[in-house]
């Protein structure tokens, strides 16, 4: 029978009665457990008196036969103790006491069995321990297949071991075990240790691993072949202490390598050499296993390598090395990985440097120099990188790689980075290195790969280095000879896109020295001409480029070409001398790449824009062949039948799955908060959006405005998913974000996000009309969490934008481009109820972000962050959806404790909470103090003009408040806000003119259409709009500028009148700024004019009229009327010469209430009309067109005027003359003349004749009763009315609608046949010559009166040859007919295109009259025409002209000899 330690304790705490010997082996015998009989009897506790009698009963058993390994293995149970406690009920047992107990009989028997056989007790211990641990791990051939291939012990195992290995230190302590001979003993079968066993042994301090590097021979093979192992192995699912375990050996052990590796110490010994020596083969063997794996499959990813560089930490390795140790350990990896088998040559890093970015490079590599890295800062990198360039033979792709990784993980490198090129472009001049030279172009050449975000582009950077006269190459004649041979000896490596840069922007080169310039220029291009890159496709232009990851296709080139030379015909009108030349000088590429380009089909517009023009003029030039240009016009029009654009790309992935993979990773990097990873991830999703995106990239193209196309964003199906998947996981993101911290608190990665999306034109148009698409068209189905991730997305946008391209909507609503931003806020149009809510909602979320996000910030910066587009939409709506708001304005002047405000932390919460509504948020923005801080800013500034054109754009149906609350709200700010509002921040200043001002100034505008920003919502204009609202608050005005105390005297009266006509002369001033406008700007002055009168008809009328007062008594004073009429009115009367009834009436009226101010008023109202009638000839002539219907109408108004009083005589003078021009024209001319100006009395014969439907018959027979010999008056009178008839005759020939040209003309030659024999009828016709015919001038526009030259022969050549005759003899005809020829050349010179007559052409009128003039010219005697001036200005004009006035006026000027004789 053999007895265990557990027999024997058993013993101990028995009653001797109880149980014997015999009992023992009965229960032995029946298979009966320990356990069984402890649960079967009623133990007790053994008395004190009886322990030692025990104990030497327990010795006595423990003798007999006893097996050192059995017994060894009973000590390590894990379970005895706690059994023996469970079984017995004793609670205060310790199982310390317990386990020490058994080994103290265990080394008890270890000494007498090793006395009996005569051996070291060590020697047995060690045997007795390995035979154990063998036991435990196992041997290779008792293994199951499953556990041969586990890298580590089983749970199970790892207990025992533990408990084997702290019985050994138990054995240790008390001298009875050997260590080291316990290692010998264990690798003497040669099998490689298990490196979790070595690491107990480390652990338990029973063999250290430095003892074992020391110590084993072949430490170095089996250890990397274990780590190799050990890396490679994944535990099973579930055994998450196996993972943690497997972290544990692994630090344990690096740390052991680095410690031992890298300690440095003062004097080493040999052997502490040798280990350092090992530990580092080790660790390198690693590092190689590592990147020989990526040499061989770059795009391998293992777990197993994954593991290995996880290590590389210093939370892992520090627990062992110090902080000196790591770092020359990181050091000396770095090294290693920077000179890994330097293949590569440098013609190779200049030919394939392309294909090395971060995106494209393996992860392992990556990720293994950011660990290495971790504990440099950037300059120590730098300047490690340069040491190991000047030192050693390295692995290019690994060194750029390398670079390309500090850049992308430390935004704050590129500083550092220039001055690394810096340093070594100066010693590379000094000393004509050209190491140092290859060194900088490769770096600057990576970054700029990188992206303009990371690093500036190649172009830019090569520009500043050598493009100026302060450049590296610009000291010296040598110094430029050395970077022109670099260059040149680069050229058979370099690829097509740095020839172009070095070709397109070449470095700085003195006159003298041009010729070596042009020597490496034609090099360049011959290379390039053998790259099948043809010198005729690098572009018409010079653009400002970087070397992008791929060269610039031609068809890019020519894309910016068409770009360049569209805007310069844009601005110049004509065609660029570029773009004329290369069609004649590069033919080829002008036929085969620019007008390709040019002629891409499109759908085009109704209305031609620039680039149709430019085409249009092109092919007027005979540049575009007609069948390429009638193939462009076809397609263009089955583009418009079916617009589908397709995108290629070239990638076996599908790239979209791709984006959506890296999208998701990038948001649970955002989670775990590793910015390193996130600026990693988005240069990955960077990369993919360029295989999208497959465009130029921007700093190629040079792009300087995108396209907003607002009525059809071009936008293929792709562009679309990709674009929608970026917004929503921007938003995602900022909703996962802010649940953790507020803006402020936040890391850069939104601003990193959005950075990374801006090196893509193609991209960045498409998100813009995405984002223009949403916020115009589906404002109102976006959700909250969908406002504030697109609000955050606009506002890093525009920040990021702040220096980029401009926008330009299309059609073009706005003048100019414009930033991002304003372009953005064209779309949120608050016309309606839902527009305005969808508009303070998103405006709300961007203020609030951006004011949380900028916080800590200087103020400039802050700005970058707040639109002020946005921030006037909520100055503008905010007080409008909250009434509240306008009774708490807080003035940025007043301090900030006097309002107890929740912080920006609050306002943020406010703005994320589910549950709080958009009011609240407002609200609680609105009394911000450092909401209205922005208002001492004036692009923060909602100015008077802004509110009222926002106010326009309002349906009145669908506006948000009702009609009474709408008053109410535009009363307050135009009364109570902007009013006292100081001029500096877009008020009034208290000045009620200014605020009118604003008012008409806005007014104008909406008729005029100049508020652009209506264009992109025609429902306004359709549904109506707030003008009349607004129009009775300017009603209002003016009314209190009239009849407050403060504006009721007379001097304030006549302030408002001439505030009135000083506003429309200077609004029609602005409209003509040349003395020679425009048809353009003729339309303009006329669409003002038109505008002015339905706003001038709103006004009351006697605000028209000044009443001054002299001599203590008032009086009408009409200047400014007649001056407005006169000057203004006149140029814009429909047709010629006439007023409308409403205007002529409405100033008539004014005339009317103004004279009752006086003291008499009809004396005042004749005073006015006399003043009328001798200055204002269109008015009187209005007057006269109109009287029929203003007689009833001003009667009535004067009657309630005067209390019933007659009308003033002057006024019933004027139904005087139309009686008697009725009467004259029945053939009644008993009929006394009126006492009235002759030029009343041929208006009134005017207006008779076509009141009575132009009776030429009635109307002869009055002029022979008005015949000029019957006298003056009557002559004048007939002149006049010859005026008229001209006007009319004009007037029929330039809108032939009426065809009533005969009548008129037969009209205008009986007043011919009337007055031929005087020369009054003559002056007419010479605008400029002083007479009382004069103020005839003043009737017609301008327009009219420099076409009474034309007037006067297309009148002339029509007569009979009797009446030319009876003409020609007029005295000073011939001068009037030699003005009228020239200033009829001048007309046809300046392109004036007239339609004379049916019967004959312009050209047949221009010869006509030159034939007529000629005969007319040798008809005179020589004293009919003295002035030379004439002759001198046909000499200009017509030679042929002059010449017969010289002969025929002064015959001697030909024949000098005659004087002579």
Same mark, same amino acid.
């Given at each position: 029978?053999?007895?265990?330690?557990?027999?024997? &304790?058993?013993?101990?705490?028995?009653?001797?009665?109880?149980?014997?010997?015999?009992?023992?082996?009965?229960?032995?015998?029946?298979? #009966?457990?320990?356990?069984?009989?402890?649960?079967?009897?009623?133990?007790?506790?053994?008395?004190?008196?009886?322990?030692?009698?025990?104990?030497?009963?327990?010795?006595?058993?423990?003798?007999?036969?006893?097996?050192?390994?059995?017994?060894?293995?009973?000590?390590?149970?894990?379970?005895?103790?706690?059994?023996?406690?469970?079984?017995?009920?004793?609670?205060?047992?310790?199982?310390?006491?317990?386990?020490?107990?058994?080994?103290?009989?265990?080394?008890?028997?270890?000494?007498?069995?090793?006395?009996?056989?005569?051996?070291?007790?060590?020697?047995?211990?060690?045997?007795?321990?390995?035979?154990?641990?063998?036991? /435990?791990?196992?041997?290779?051939?008792?293994?199951?297949?499953?556990?041969?291939?586990?890298?580590?012990?089983?749970?199970?195992?790892?207990?025992?071991?533990?408990?084997?290995?702290?019985?050994?230190?138990?054995?240790?302590?008390?001298?009875?075990?050997?260590?080291?001979?316990?290692?010998?003993?264990?690798?003497?079968?040669?099998?490689?240790?298990?490196?979790?066993?070595?690491?107990?042994?480390?652990?338990?301090?029973?063999?250290? &691993?430095?003892?074992?590097?020391?110590?084993?021979?072949?430490?170095?093979?089996?250890?990397?072949?274990?780590?190799?192992?050990?890396?490679?192995?994944?535990?099973?699912?579930?055994?998450?202490?196996?993972?943690?375990?497997?972290?544990?050996?692994?630090?344990?052990?690096?740390?052991?390598?680095?410690?031992?590796?890298?300690?440095?110490?003062?004097?080493?010994?040999?052997?502490?050499?040798?280990?350092?020596?090992?530990?580092?083969?080790?660790?390198?063997?690693?590092?190689?296993?590592?990147?020989?794996?990526?040499?061989?499959?770059?795009?391998?990813?293992?777990?197993?390598?994954?593991?290995?560089?996880?290590?590389?930490?210093?939370?892992?390795?520090?627990?062992?090395?110090?902080?000196?140790?790591?770092?020359?350990?990181?050091?000396?990896? +770095?090294?290693?990985?920077?000179?890994?088998?330097?293949?590569?040559?440098?013609?190779?890093?200049?030919?394939?440097?392309?294909?090395?970015?971060?995106?494209?490079?393996?992860?392992?590599?990556?990720?293994?120099?950011?660990?290495?890295?971790?504990?440099?800062?950037?300059?120590?990198?730098?300047?490690?990188?340069?040491?190991?360039?000047?030192?050693?033979?390295?692995?290019?792709?690994?060194?750029?790689?390398?670079?390309?990784?500090?850049?992308?993980?430390?935004?704050?490198?590129?500083? =550092?980075?220039?001055?690394?090129?810096? #340093?070594?472009?100066?010693?590379?001049?000094?000393?004509?290195?050209?190491?140092?030279? /290859?060194?900088?172009?490769?770096?600057?050449?990576?970054? $700029?790969?990188?992206? $303009?975000?990371?690093?500036?582009?190649?172009?830019?950077?090569?520009?500043?280095?050598?493009?100026?006269?302060?450049?590296?190459?610009?000291?010296?004649?040598?110094?430029?000879?050395?970077?022109?041979?670099?260059?040149?000896?680069?050229?058979?490596?370099?690829?097509?896109?740095?020839?172009?840069?070095?070709?397109?922007?070449?470095?700085?080169?003195?006159?003298?020295?041009?010729?070596?310039?042009?020597?490496?220029?034609?090099?360049?291009?011959?290379?390039?001409?053998?790259?099948?890159?043809?010198?005729?496709?690098?572009?018409?232009?010079?653009?400002?480029?970087?070397?992008?990851?791929?060269?610039?296709?031609?068809?890019?080139?020519?894309?910016?070409?068409?770009?360049?030379?569209?805007?310069?015909?844009?601005?110049?009108?004509?065609?660029?001398?570029?773009?004329?030349?290369?069609?004649?000088?590069?033919?080829?590429?002008?036929?085969?790449?620019?007008?390709?380009?040019?002629?891409?089909?499109?759908?085009?517009?109704? !209305?031609?824009?620039?680039?149709?023009?430019?085409?249009?003029?092109?092919?007027?030039?005979? !540049?575009?062949?007609?069948?390429?240009?009638?193939?462009?016009?076809?397609?263009?029009?089955?583009?418009?039948?079916?617009?589908?654009?397709?995108?290629?790309?070239?990638?076996?992935?599908?790239?979209?799955?791709?984006?959506?993979?890296?999208?998701?990773?990038?948001?649970?990097?955002?989670?775990?908060?590793?910015?390193?990873?996130?600026?990693?991830?988005?240069?990955?999703?960077?990369?993919?959006?360029?295989?999208?995106?497959?465009?130029?990239?921007?700093?190629?193209?040079?792009?300087?405005?995108?396209?907003?196309?607002?009525?059809?964003?071009?936008?293929?199906?792709?562009?679309?998913?990709?674009?929608?998947?970026?917004?929503?996981?921007?938003?995602?993101?900022?909703?996962?974000?802010?649940?953790?911290?507020?803006?402020?608190?936040?890391?850069?990665?939104?601003?990193?996000?959005?950075?990374?999306?801006?090196?893509?034109?193609?991209?960045?148009?498409? +998100?813009?009309?995405?984002?223009?698409?949403?916020?115009?068209?589906?404002?109102?189905?976006?959700?909250?969490?969908?406002?504030?991730?697109?609000?955050?997305?606009?506002?890093?946008?525009?920040?990021?934008?702040?220096?980029?391209?401009?926008?330009?909507?299309?059609?073009?609503?706005?003048?100019?481009?414009?930033?991002?931003?304003?372009?953005?806020?064209?779309?949120?149009?608050?016309?309606?109820?839902?527009?305005?809510?969808?508009?303070?909602?998103?405006?709300?979320?961007?203020?609030?972000?951006?004011?949380?996000?900028?916080?800590?910030?200087?103020?400039?910066?802050?700005?970058?962050? /707040?639109?002020?587009?946005?921030?006037?939409?909520?100055?503008?709506?905010?007080?409008?959806?909250?009434?509240?708001?306008?009774?708490?304005?807080?003035?940025?002047? #007043?301090?900030?404790?006097?309002?107890?405000?929740?912080?920006?932390?609050?306002?943020?919460?406010?703005?994320?909470?589910?549950?709080?509504?958009?009011?609240?948020?407002?609200?609680?923005?609105?009394?911000?103090?450092?909401?209205?801080?922005?208002?001492?800013?004036?692009?923060?500034?909602?100015?008077?003009?802004?509110?009222?054109?926002?106010?326009?754009?309002?349906?009145?149906?669908?506006?948000?408040?009702?009609?009474?609350? #709408?008053?109410?709200?535009?009363?307050?700010?135009?009364?109570?806000?902007?009013?006292?509002?100081?001029?500096?921040?877009?008020?009034?200043?208290?000045?009620?003119?200014? @605020?009118?001002?604003?008012?008409?100034?806005?007014?104008?505008?909406?008729?005029?259409?100049?508020?652009?920003?209506?264009?992109?919502?025609?429902?306004?204009?359709?549904?109506?709009?707030?003008?009349?609202?607004?129009?009775?608050?300017?009603?209002?005005?003016?009314?209190?500028?009239?009849?407050?105390?403060?504006?009721?005297?007379?001097?304030?009266?006549?302030?408002?009148?001439?505030?009135?006509?000083?506003?429309?002369?200077?609004?029609?001033?602005?409209?003509?700024?040349? $003395?020679?406008?425009?048809?353009?700007?003729?339309?303009?002055?006329?669409?003002?004019?038109?505008?002015?009168?339905?706003?001038? @008809?709103?006004?009351?009328?006697?605000?028209?009229?000044?009443?001054?007062?002299?001599?203590?008594?008032?009086?009408?004073? %009409?200047?400014?009327?007649? !001056?407005?009429?006169?000057?203004?009115?006149?140029?814009?009367?429909?047709?010629?010469?006439?007023?409308?009834?409403?205007?002529?009436?409405?100033?008539?009226?004014?005339?009317?209430?103004?004279?009752?101010?006086?003291?008499?008023?009809?004396?005042?109202?004749?005073?006015?009309?006399?003043?009328?009638? @001798?200055?204002?000839?269109?008015?009187?002539?209005?007057?006269?067109?109109?009287?029929?219907?203003?007689?009833?109408?001003?009667?009535?108004?004067?009657?309630?005027?005067?209390?019933?009083?007659?009308?003033?005589?002057?006024?019933?003078?004027?139904?005087?003359?139309?009686?008697?021009?009725?009467?004259?024209?029945?053939?009644?001319?008993?009929?006394?003349?009126?006492?009235?100006?002759?030029?009343?009395?041929?208006?009134?014969?005017?207006?008779?004749?076509?009141?009575?439907?132009?009776?030429?018959?009635?109307?002869?027979?009055?002029?022979?009763?008005?015949?000029?010999?019957?006298?003056?008056?009557?002559?004048?009178?007939?002149?006049?009315?010859?005026?008229?008839?001209?006007?009319?005759?004009? &007037?029929?020939?330039?809108?032939?609608?009426?065809?009533?040209?005969?009548?008129?003309?037969?009209?205008?030659?009986?007043?011919?046949?009337?007055?031929?024999?005087?020369?009054?009828?003559?002056? /007419?016709?010479?605008?400029?010559?002083?007479?009382?015919?004069?103020?005839?001038?003043?009737?017609?526009?301008?327009?009219?009166?420099?076409?009474?030259?034309?007037?006067?022969?297309?009148?002339?050549?029509?007569?009979?040859?009797?009446?030319?005759?009876?003409?020609? %003899?007029?005295?000073?005809?011939?001068?009037?007919?030699?003005?009228?020829?020239?200033?009829?050349?001048? &007309?046809?010179?300046?392109?004036?295109?007239?339609?004379?007559?049916?019967?004959?052409?312009?050209?047949?009128? +221009?010869?006509?009259?030159?034939?007529?003039?000629?005969?007319?010219?040798?008809?005179?005697?020589?004293?009919?025409? =003295?002035?030379?001036?004439?002759?001198?200005?046909?000499?200009?004009?017509?030679?042929?002209?002059?010449?017969?006035?010289?002969?025929?006026?002064?015959?001697?000027?030909?024949?000098?000899?005659?004087?002579?004789?």
């Amino acid at each position: 029978m053999r007895l265990t330690v557990d027999d024997a &304790l058993l013993c101990c705490v028995v009653k001797p009665s109880g149980m014997s010997l015999s009992a023992s082996c009965e229960s032995d015998s029946q298979k #009966r457990t320990v356990s069984n009989l402890l649960a079967g009897r009623v133990l007790k506790r053994p008395k004190q008196e009886d322990e030692q009698q025990q104990q030497e009963a327990t010795i006595q058993l423990l003798g007999q036969q006893q097996n050192l390994c059995s017994l060894l293995r009973e000590v390590g149970n894990p379970e005895l103790c706690n059994i023996f406690r469970s079984q017995i009920g004793e609670q205060k047992q310790s199982k310390g006491a317990s386990c020490a107990i058994a080994r103290s009989l265990l080394v008890c028997e270890l000494r007498r069995q090793a006395l009996q056989l005569g051996v070291p007790m060590a020697v047995l211990a060690v045997k007795m321990v390995l035979e154990r641990l063998m036991e /435990i791990t196992g041997t290779e051939d008792e293994k199951e297949e499953e556990d041969k291939r586990r890298g580590l012990l089983t749970c199970s195992q790892r207990v025992q071991l533990c408990v084997l290995l702290e019985s050994s230190k138990q054995l240790l302590s008390q001298g009875a075990f050997c260590p080291k001979l316990l290692w010998q003993e264990y690798r003497k079968d040669q099998r490689p240790p298990k490196l979790e066993v070595v690491y107990n042994f480390h652990l338990h301090n029973i063999l250290t &691993l430095k003892y074992i590097l020391e110590s084993d021979e072949g430490v170095r093979m089996w250890l990397v072949y274990q780590l190799k192992a050990l890396c490679g192995w994944t535990p099973p699912e579930g055994e998450e202490e196996t993972r943690q375990v497997q972290l544990k050996v692994l630090s344990t052990v690096l740390g052991v390598l680095v410690e031992n590796g890298f300690e440095r110490s003062h004097e080493p010994a040999a052997a502490d050499k040798r280990i350092s020596l090992l530990c580092c083969s080790v660790l390198d063997d690693m590092l190689f296993w590592l990147l020989d794996t990526v040499e061989k499959s770059p795009m391998l990813k293992t777990s197993g390598h994954q593991l290995w560089i996880q290590m590389f930490d210093a939370s892992l390795c520090g627990g062992s090395a110090s902080e000196d140790a790591l770092r020359c350990f990181f050091t000396h990896s +770095l090294t290693q990985t920077l000179t890994y088998k330097p293949q590569l040559t440098v013609s190779d890093a200049i030919t394939l440097q392309s294909e090395w970015t971060f995106a494209k490079a393996n992860r392992l590599v990556t990720c293994l120099f950011r660990k290495l890295a971790v504990i440099f800062s950037v300059e120590q990198l730098l300047c490690h990188l340069q040491q190991v360039l000047e030192t050693h033979e390295v692995n290019w792709k690994l060194v750029l790689c390398f670079l390309s990784t500090v850049l992308v993980y430390n935004p704050c490198a590129q500083p =550092s980075l220039r001055e690394l090129l810096s #340093r070594l472009l100066t010693s590379a001049f000094e000393g004509y290195d050209l190491e140092n030279m /290859i060194t900088a172009f490769l770096l600057a050449r990576q970054g $700029a790969l990188e992206g $303009a975000s990371i690093f500036p582009s190649y172009s830019e950077w090569f520009k500043m280095s050598f493009g100026g006269g302060s450049g590296y190459n610009a000291a010296s004649k040598k110094s430029l000879v050395f970077l022109l041979k670099f260059l040149s000896d680069l050229v058979p490596f370099e690829p097509p896109q740095y020839l172009k840069v070095h070709v397109l922007h070449p470095p700085f080169v003195p006159l003298k020295h041009r010729s070596l310039l042009m020597e490496y220029v034609s090099l360049a291009k011959t290379r390039l001409a053998d790259l099948k890159e043809s010198v005729e496709d690098m572009g018409l232009y010079e653009h400002v480029s970087g070397a992008g990851i791929a060269s610039v296709q031609p068809q890019c080139q020519a894309v910016q070409d068409v770009e360049k030379a569209v805007s310069l015909f844009a601005s110049t009108g004509r065609i660029s001398p570029t773009v004329m030349e290369a069609s004649i000088f590069r033919r080829p590429y002008f036929l085969t790449r620019f007008l390709p380009a040019l002629l891409t089909p499109r759908v085009l517009p109704v !209305k031609p824009d620039t680039r149709m023009s430019f085409i249009e003029i092109l092919k007027k030039a005979d !540049k575009i062949p007609a069948a390429q240009y009638s193939s462009y016009v076809e397609s263009c029009q089955k583009q418009r039948q079916q617009d589908c654009s397709a995108v290629c790309l070239d990638t076996n992935d599908d790239p979209l799955e791709v984006l959506k993979i890296q999208m998701q990773e990038f948001k649970q990097l955002l989670v775990g908060g590793n910015d390193g990873e996130m600026s990693a991830q988005l240069s990955r999703i960077s990369h993919t959006l360029s295989v999208i995106f497959p465009a130029c990239p921007d700093e190629l193209i040079g792009l300087s405005v995108i396209k907003l196309n607002t009525n059809r964003p071009p936008s293929p199906e792709l562009h679309v998913k990709v674009v929608n998947m970026i917004l929503r996981n921007f938003c995602q993101c900022m909703l996962d974000a802010s649940r953790a911290n507020p803006p402020n608190k936040q890391s850069l990665w939104a601003s990193g996000f959005v950075s990374a999306l801006l090196g893509k034109p193609q991209l960045l148009s498409s +998100l813009i009309h995405r984002l223009w698409d949403l916020f115009h068209n589906q404002g109102s189905s976006l959700s909250a969490a969908h406002l504030l991730g697109l609000a955050a997305f606009v506002v890093h946008l525009h920040n990021s934008m702040s220096h980029g391209p401009l926008v330009q909507l299309v059609p073009p609503s706005l003048p100019e481009p414009v930033p991002i931003g304003e372009a953005l806020t064209s779309a949120l149009v608050c016309s309606t109820h839902s527009n305005m809510l969808f508009c303070v909602r998103l405006c709300v979320a961007a203020v609030c972000y951006g004011m949380c996000r900028g916080d800590s910030l200087p103020q400039q910066q802050q700005q970058d962050f /707040i639109l002020s587009s946005f921030y006037k939409k909520l100055l503008y709506l905010i007080p409008r959806l909250l009434p509240e708001a306008r009774r708490a304005l807080i003035t940025a002047s #007043r301090p900030v404790s006097e309002y107890q405000e929740e912080n920006l932390l609050s306002l943020w919460s406010s703005a994320t909470d589910t549950n709080s509504t958009w009011r609240k948020t407002a609200w609680h923005l609105w009394r911000h103090p450092a909401f209205y801080q922005l208002g001492d800013i004036p692009q923060y500034q909602l100015l008077f003009s802004d509110w009222l054109a926002n106010e326009l754009r309002v349906q009145r149906s669908e506006d948000a408040l009702s009609d009474p609350e #709408r008053q109410e709200y535009q009363q307050w700010a135009c009364l109570e806000f902007y009013l006292p509002h100081p001029k500096e921040q877009g008020g009034c200043g208290g000045d009620m003119r200014s @605020l009118c001002s604003h008012l008409l100034n806005a007014i104008m505008d909406q008729h005029l259409g100049k508020q652009s920003l209506q264009k992109l919502d025609c429902s306004v204009s359709e549904k109506g709009t707030c003008l009349p609202d607004i129009l009775s608050r300017l009603q209002e005005l003016i009314y209190e500028m009239e009849v407050t105390e403060l504006c009721g005297s007379c001097r304030s009266r006549e302030d408002v009148c001439d505030f009135l006509f000083e506003f429309v002369s200077e609004r029609c001033s602005s409209t003509v700024t040349s $003395a020679s406008p425009s048809i353009s700007t003729e339309l303009s002055l006329h669409l003002t004019l038109n505008t002015w009168n339905r706003v001038l @008809l709103a006004l009351p009328a006697v605000l028209l009229i000044k009443v001054k007062t002299e001599g203590g008594r008032r009086t009408l004073d %009409c200047k400014k009327l007649i !001056k407005h009429v006169n000057h203004h009115q006149r140029k814009v009367c429909s047709p010629a010469g006439l007023l409308s009834f409403h205007l002529t009436a409405h100033l008539l009226k004014g005339v009317l209430c103004a004279s009752v101010h006086c003291g008499r008023a009809s004396e005042e109202v004749n005073k006015a009309w006399s003043q009328i009638s @001798l200055h204002c000839p269109l008015l009187l002539v209005s007057t006269v067109h109109w009287w029929k219907r203003l007689s009833p109408v001003l009667l009535s108004h004067w009657s309630r005027l005067s209390d019933g009083e007659p009308l003033p005589e002057q006024l019933q003078l004027l139904t005087n003359c139309q009686k008697w021009a009725c009467s004259l024209e029945k053939g009644q001319s008993l009929s006394p003349v009126p006492a009235a100006s002759t030029l009343l009395l041929a208006a009134s014969l005017h207006h008779t004749w076509q009141d009575r439907g132009c009776n030429n018959q009635h109307f002869s027979a009055a002029l022979n009763m008005l015949r000029a010999e019957r006298g003056t008056q009557h002559r004048q009178v007939l002149v006049f009315l010859l005026f008229l008839c001209v006007n009319d005759y004009v &007037l029929a020939l330039l809108y032939p609608q009426q065809n009533n040209y005969h009548i008129t003309r037969t009209l205008c030659t009986d007043l011919l046949c009337v007055l031929v024999d005087s020369a009054d009828w003559l002056l /007419i016709f010479k605008s400029n010559e002083q007479s009382i015919y004069q103020l005839m001038t003043m009737v017609t526009s301008d327009e009219f009166i420099q076409l009474m030259p034309w007037a006067f022969y297309s009148v002339l050549l029509h007569q009979s040859a009797e009446l030319q005759q009876r003409a020609v %003899c007029c005295p000073g005809f011939l001068h009037t007919a030699v003005l009228c020829y020239i200033s009829l050349m001048q &007309l046809f010179l300046e392109g004036h295109r007239l339609r004379p007559s049916p019967e004959h052409s312009d050209n047949q009128i +221009l010869s006509n009259a030159k034939q007529f003039l000629l005969r007319v010219i040798s008809q005179m005697p020589p004293a009919a025409l =003295s002035s030379s001036q004439l002759q001198s200005q046909c000499a200009d004009l017509d030679p042929e002209v002059a010449a017969a006035l010289s002969v025929h006026l002064d015959p001697h000027s030909l024949s000098p000899e005659m004087d002579f004789l």
